[in-house]
């Protein structure tokens, strides 16, 4: 973990906010995850976006028409994020929890690094790299896991590339939500139940425009709570928030932590 910078006058009322909240959640996107060297979906020049088209590798119906052109992509992509280690803000989060100042962490990264940090309360609305399931015979009986590193040896016994289930050999599925699915009924209404019982809603690493999550702001806001944004990039809710900091997400939640170790 990096030195930690002295606290700025922002980083003490954010303090103050986590100490006085009835209740403290975080959600996080994929801004959080770039220090540990994981490019975010839209950032002009290096987002993941820029360089694929997501109907065409993420879509699920690219999934049924082309697995073989779906795991292309999402082969690299098992590779790259189980090598990836969490990074200052994900320590960050998983010791303000620790401290007992974060009842949970929601995230739409399906990376598993709030997991692999310690996060204990951990809500994965967009589901996680961790395992996948067929959805041919999946469906009818409990999924059978298969970890990631299971799935790249069935990468690399395939012909065609494409991971296959050993109980009807039908082509193996991430469990995470792509596009054209929707979001896990449970982990919504989870999300859903924490947001609009919290007293502070920290949103950090997201723009805040994919939804349903990026509705789930307005249920703190609607149940009396306040959000604070932790993020580089704009959001569409800058000014409903009651601290906003722009910079590196690892200074800024640092900065936090210097000013709650001050009090």
């Not at 996060?119 to 469906?139: D, F, K």
Request: glycine share 10%; with cysteine; hydrophobic share 40%.
């Amino acid at each position: 973990m990096r030195s930690r910078l002295a606290p700025r006058s922002e980083h003490v009322r954010l303090a103050e906010l986590v100490r006085d909240a009835r209740s403290v959640v975080a959600l996080t996107g994929a801004g959080v995850s770039v220090p540990s060297g994981i490019p975010d979906f839209r950032s002009p020049g290096t987002g993941l976006w820029q360089q694929v088209d997501p109907m065409e590798v993420a879509h699920i119906d690219a999934f049924h028409s082309d697995p073989a052109r779906f795991w292309g992509f999402y082969g690299t992509r098992f590779a790259t994020l189980s090598s990836k280690l969490p990074n200052g803000a994900h320590q960050a989060l998983a010791e303000l929890e620790q401290r007992g100042l974060l009842d949970a962490v929601i995230t739409q990264n399906v990376d598993m690094l709030h997991r692999k940090a310690g996060t204990r309360e951990l809500v994965e609305v967009h589901g996680s790299i961790a395992s996948c399931s067929c959805p041919a015979c999946g469906r009818a009986v409990t999924p059978r896991a298969v970890t990631p590193d299971q799935v790249r040896e069935r990468l690399r016994a395939e012909p065609d590339g494409v991971p296959r289930c050993d109980r009807c050999a039908g082509p193996l599925k991430p469990d995470v939500v792509l596009f054209g699915e929707l979001l896990p009924e449970d982990a919504l209404r989870r999300a859903q139940e924490l947001c609009e019982r919290a007293g502070l809603l920290l949103c950090i690493g997201s723009s805040l425009e994919v939804y349903p999550v990026a509705g789930l702001p307005a249920l703190t806001l609607a149940g009396g709570g306040a959000v604070a944004i932790i993020t580089q990039g704009p959001t569409p809710i800058d000014e409903l928030a009651s601290v906003r900091l722009g910079g590196d997400v690892v200074d800024e939640l640092h900065g936090l932590l210097g000013a709650l170790e001050d009090a």
